[in-house]
């Protein structure tokens, strides 16, 4: 790994703690304390990309309750989903 992956992950841990809303840094901190570490250099950029997105529109997408487009139906947005479905985000 290099430093600048890490910097990376580090950075996105950051954003994702510090959404905007107190349910996306749940939904986002938590996702990204389970999986960051995981994530090779295309995922950090899905991730990347997804924490571009306005709050209500990730929490429609995250949660279910809205289709997600398709520029952002990737691997990560599925894992993110499948995070808050099994209660893993700690919302309801």
Known sequence: MDLSTESLRKRLMFRAR???TAEND???GRF???HLA???RAE???FETLLGAA???LTAWATGARAVPPELDHDVMRALQAFVRNGQ???R
Request: charged share 20%; net charge negative.
């Open 18 to 20: 510090h959404m905007g």
């Open 26 to 28: 749940l939904i986002f």
């Open 32 to 34: 990204a304390e389970a």
């Open 38 to 40: 995981g994530f090779d």
């Open 44 to 46: 950090l950029a899905q």
């Open 55 to 57: 709050d209500p529109d």
């Open 89 to 91: 985000a700690g919302i």
